[in-house]
């Protein structure tokens, strides 16, 4: 099982972005990959609160909407 931080990392590696300096858009970007890649609702959730965490930025309105979205 792989968690959401190894995700968050594993995308951030794969398109040269620093995981802990990474914008609202690369975590919309991140997040966008994993669904059109079929990854289940809740993994992606996940994916997106570990990124948040991560980032700094869990108090976006935009990804606040994201994850309603979501």
Do not use: K, S
Request: aromatic share 2%.
């Amino acid at each position: 099982m792989v968690t959401a931080q190894a995700r968050w990392v594993a995308w951030c590696a794969a398109h040269e972005v620093d995981p802990q300096a990474a914008t609202v858009r690369h975590v919309q970007d991140a997040v966008l990959d994993h669904q059109l890649a079929g990854l289940d609702v809740d993994d992606v959730v996940d994916l997106l609160d570990a990124a948040a965490i991560a980032t700094g930025t869990g108090r976006d309105t935009r990804l606040l909407d994201l994850r309603i979205a979501l």
